[in-house]
């Protein structure tokens, strides 16, 4: 009798350790007590292998899902029907009293529609059946087997599994009315046919491309311009995009205009930020520095001061830290120093003092004179500790183009030393070198200037100076805002971080 159940498909539950196999019965050994399934599904996940044997103790749960026949077979889909919450065959597997029949609950429902017992009429409906019984395929056993072989199944199998422990002891109790309609819901999510599900893969690429975004958003931004739904700013504006150094949150609004002069002034700067920055006369200028000398700002401070920032600027001109590193040794750049016998002379000294500590090559010009200025001979005593070079005529300047010229020749009163001939010849010698020239202080535009420079650094605040000047720098000299006050100026700092800041001209 163990070969009726040749062809049938079978679920077969081995405990947890094991799991779960769903297969074609293709033999069964009573002597062995051993069963073979081939074609098996385990989890719901098909075999590499084409056919598995089990044993008789191996087997927790032994589940009939198709039983074949002659004719149009009748599917017994209790494991699936049960889980699913449709009302099915029942198909509980157990050897009867002769051996060849088997106990199955009676069929509640088919693929044909049926009246639904009322819950007294189904108790005890127990009969017997026969193996060779024919058993007509439902609708839905069709689709059992479709999950079955389908990788969707391994999804489904774990809540199926947990339901059919007790599909066989549970006795219907919903009533004909709920029933009917979860059966109408079953077969509209599980009623399309076998045939019509597509062999191909769903094309995700050609899907998306089909997407115009572009179209979308210009939708939506239409729609939220309309009804004023935006969720930042009106509708009519866009919201502010602000860079990594910008403020969001701005306090109070800012005052461009800080520094405000006692008489008008003939020319106005504005730095990099937008504040403005007027120039004075030279009265006002040389007044702020003597009251400041007065309380304490001495001239030797406010040298030193002048050389540190002119010799800032002059290494950043050079190429700062990409000319001036230990790798570049062989381009160790070079600076030619005109100075003059004044206290603008004396100022670009300092200023080659801290070029030369710096590893720059000075060559500092300064004509003879039999009676030099103190803060002069200061300067020179100090120099001539460093590895710079004086000279005292044009001779001895490089034939060559230097890398940059600091002009310190002239000054605001002296205005004969322009007649001299080591003035006029030096003019020349600058002028011919083709090399850029930076002018530390140099005087205001009503003076004609001999040599034309590129750039020109202004002291504490800035002289009406002209074309001829080039770009204009501000270097902070620390002279103390109170001082400012004092001689009628009020001031706020326009440097900020930085003590040499350059200006434009409004």
């Not at 498909?9 to 062995?32: F, H, K, M, T």
């Not at 399934?37 to 989890?43: D, E």
Request: with cysteine; hydrophobic share 35%.
């Amino acid at each position: 009798m163990a070969t009726d159940w040749l062809g049938s498909i079978v679920s077969i539950n081995c405990g947890e350790s094991l799991g779960v196999y769903q297969g074609r019965v293709s033999a069964v050994d009573q002597v062995s007590q051993t069963i073979s399934l081939t074609r098996p599904f385990h989890n719901g996940v098909k075999c590499l292998v084409p056919e598995v044997t089990f044993r008789a103790g191996d087997i927790t749960e032994l589940k009939i899902l198709e039983i074949p026949g002659p004719g149009d077979s009748r599917g017994c889909g209790d494991l699936r029907q049960a889980e699913m919450g449709i009302p099915g065959v029942g198909c509980q597997v157990g050897p009867s009293q002769n051996g060849t029949g088997k106990v199955l609950k009676k069929p509640i429902s088919s693929s044909a529609p049926q009246n639904i017992p009322r819950r007294t009429d189904m108790k005890n409906q127990d009969i017997i059946i026969s193996p060779q019984q024919q058993c007509s395929k439902s609708y839905m056993d069709r689709h059992v087997e479709m999950l079955t072989q389908s990788k969707g199944f391994r999804r489904r199998h774990n809540s199926w599994s947990s339901s059919s422990r007790h599909s066989n002891q549970v006795t219907p109790k919903k009533s004909g009315l709920k029933n009917g309609q979860m059966k109408s819901k079953d077969d509209e999510c599980f009623g399309d046919d076998i045939d019509e599900i597509p062999d191909t893969d769903f094309d995700f690429e050609g899907n998306l491309a089909l997407f115009d975004k572009a179209a979308v958003f210009e939708e939506i931004e239409t729609y939220e311009r309309r009804s004023g739904t935006r969720s930042r700013g009106t509708p009519n504006e866009k919201p502010a995009r602000y860079r990594h150094d910008e403020n969001i949150l701005e306090s109070e609004p800012i005052v461009y205009r800080r520094i405000v002069v006692p008489q008008n002034a003939n020319k106005e700067f504005c730095t990099d930020s937008g504040l403005v920055v007027p120039s004075v006369s030279y009265e006002l200028h040389k007044k702020l520095l003597s009251v400041a000398e007065k309380h304490g700002l001495t001239l030797e401070r406010r040298l030193e001061m002048t050389g540190v920032c002119a010799s800032q600027m002059a290494l950043s001109l050079l190429g700062g830290p990409n000319r001036l590193n230990p790798k570049n040794v062989h381009q160790r750049p070079t600076v030619a120093l005109l100075c003059g016998p004044h206290v603008k002379g004396a100022q670009g000294i300092s200023c080659g003092r801290h070029l030369s500590n710096h590893d720059v090559h000075v060559i500092l010009f300064l004509p003879n004179f039999v009676k030099m200025l103190e803060s002069i001979t200061n300067e020179l005593n100090l120099f001539s500790k460093t590895q710079g070079q004086q000279v005292s005529s044009v001779k001895d300047l490089p034939d060559t183009p230097v890398d940059l010229v600091i002009n310190c020749l002239d000054c605001h009163e002296n205005a004969f030393l322009r007649d001299q001939p080591w003035y006029k010849a030096v003019v020349d010698w600058a002028n011919q070198n083709r090399a850029p020239v930076l002018s530390i202080d140099p005087p205001i535009n009503e003076l004609e200037q001999g040599i034309d420079a590129k750039w020109s650094l202004a002291l504490g605040l800035p002289l009406p100076l002209g074309e001829r000047a080039g770009r204009v720098y501000l270097c902070d000299i620390g002279i103390p805002q109170k001082v400012f006050q004092e001689v009628g100026i009020n001031y706020h700092s326009p440097f900020g971080c930085k003590f040499v800041i350059p200006l434009h001209s409004t």
